[in-house]
């Protein structure tokens, strides 16, 4: 009896205590034993709710992306346009899902509270089968660079469209006759000085400012859209092969939102909110695929073959309305160059800061913002083709930054665990890499090809 006593479990109302005593004595420590995870370890400044996220999410993916859309149905047709809309919005939010489902669990792996995209990829590949260790310095500056050179073009874009806008302005109000090239380079009378400010913090009216004023724009633009439509038969359902490649590199370039995606599900309290169905990514790509279909269709169904990189370009040359909302656009242009010139600036000064005396570091990143904004506005200079800079970004930086790194990592992770039944996750990934080096080669030949066509 006695041993038999010795045996028995403890009462009930001591199983929680009993518990905890077996997990400290096997561990050494409750943290020991609990699962890491990273939401209960990041600062208290990550407080992003799930509908904070949200906004933030939706208000980066609604930049001057959602105005190229029409230009995309261009090259697609308004048939096709709208299918591969909702199929290269569907490979978007997949690809984000993948990069930040890998990040999540890396996290957890690793007891890392949150991880950026450059270092997700860095960190895969460190901790992934031997012989691709190697490759992880080349994969952490392939994101890098990707990033950077993807905000690069945007810029490059901004300066055209700024420029594009107050030349039509000038021309309907009687100012100088001057090409177009000449108001590029007249930007650097604002972005030079725009450009020197260093601390996000003194741009955030700007960009409350350039939110509500982007909505006002594109309100406005749709309106024009929508006031005398054609009708549907005088526009093409589909167009030749030929103009998919261009219609998946604007498409790109309009919708995928990667670059900003980690930094928001690494603000958020309850991270694991950011996925799921509904989670705050199908529901803002969901949003995003509709909003940038609807633009897209009555875009090109109204302007047809004239449509240009940005709607309000289109828009009438003798309507005080119209003329309002490309100023309005040209003002968010203006205040965006200066926040999204922070991410290529910020990749360059990580590399060369130890190299400048820590006495001219703050002259050394005047001047590097001084050099990045002079080669930006004189490559928009050069070649101001808005059309050409949104193709050429979306079918370099977007296809490999947006579609192949996201695979090639989830591939690279799950190697030697689990890759689902037939190994579909190894065959989807190899899909999706082999759509993205196709939609850059022919994007990137287009491109080039129309960019010497112009010069």
């Given at each position: 009896m006695e041993k038999d006593k010795e045996l028995a479990p403890p009462p009930v109302r001591d199983v929680e205590n009993y518990s905890s005593k077996v997990e400290l004595a096997y561990n050494g420590s409750?943290?020991?034993?609990?699962?890491?995870?990273?939401?209960?370890h990041r600062p208290l400044s990550s407080s992003t709710s799930s509908f904070g996220a949200l906004a933030h999410l939706l208000k980066a993916s609604l930049g001057s992306g959602v105005l190229a859309m029409p230009l995309a149905f261009k090259n697609a047709g308004l048939l096709v346009g709208s299918f591969g809309t909702v199929v290269v919005g569907f490979i978007c939010a997949h690809v984000i899902h993948v990069l930040v489902k890998t990040s999540q669990q890396l996290c957890v792996d690793l007891k890392k509270p949150a991880l950026g995209y450059a270092d997700?990829?860095?960190?895969?590949?460190?901790?992934?089968?031997?012989?691709?260790?190697?490759?992880?310095?080349?994969a952490r500056e392939l994101a890098d660079w990707a990033l950077a050179l993807t905000h690069l073009g945007a810029c490059c874009v901004y300066v055209v469209v700024i420029a594009e806008?107050?030349?039509?302005?000038?021309?309907?109000?009687?100012?100088?006759?001057?090409s177009v090239k000449i108001y590029c380079a007249l930007t650097l009378v604002i972005l030079v000085p725009l450009c020197q400010i260093t601390k996000l913090k003194y741009l955030v009216p700007f960009s409350a400012f350039a939110n509500v004023v982007w909505l006002v724009s594109i309100c406005i633009s749709i309106y024009y859209c929508l006031r005398d439509p054609p009708n549907i038969s005088e526009r093409n359902l589909a167009t030749s092969i030929t103009g998919i490649p261009t219609f998946i590199s604007t498409s790109l370039f309009a919708m995928e939102g990667i670059g900003v995606v980690m930094p928001i599900e690494n603000e958020m309290s309850q991270p694991s909110q950011f996925l799921g169905c509904p989670g705050v990514l199908s529901v803002a790509m969901t949003a995003v695929v509709l909003l940038y279909g609807f633009v897209g269709f009555t875009g090109y169904l109204s302007y047809g073959e004239t449509v240009r990189g940005s709607l309000t370009l289109n828009l009438p040359q003798d309507e005080i309305l119209a003329q309002i909302a490309k100023v309005l656009v040209a003002s968010v242009m203006i205040f965006s160059f200066a926040l999204v010139y922070y991410v290529p600036v910020d990749v360059v000064w990580r590399r060369i800061q130890d190299k400048v005396p820590v006495s001219f570091h703050t002259a050394g990143v005047a001047l590097l913002r001084l050099a990045g904004v002079l080669m930006t506005v004189g490559i928009a200079t050069a070649v101001p083709r808005l059309?050409?800079?949104?193709?050429?970004?979306?079918?370099?930086?977007?296809?490999?930054?947006?579609?192949?790194?996201?695979?090639?990592?989830?591939?690279?992770?799950?190697?030697?665990?689990?890759?689902?039944?037939?190994?579909?996750?190894?065959?989807?990934?190899?899909?999706?890499?082999?759509?993205?080096?196709i939609a850059m080669v022919t994007g990137v030949t287009y491109s080039i090809i129309s960019m010497l066509e112009t010069l």
């Open positions: 409750r943290e020991d034993f609990d699962p890491y995870v990273p939401a209960n997700t990829c860095d960190l895969v590949f460190q901790n992934g089968p031997k012989p691709v260790r190697k490759f992880a310095p080349f806008s107050f030349k039509q302005i000038s021309d309907v109000y009687g100012g100088p006759v001057w059309e050409l800079f949104m193709e050429l970004v979306g079918a370099v930086c977007l296809s490999i930054m947006g579609l192949l790194l996201p695979a090639v990592v989830e591939t690279v992770w799950r190697w030697g665990k689990d890759m689902g039944a037939f190994n579909w996750i190894l065959w989807k990934n190899g899909l999706i890499s082999i759509f993205s080096l």
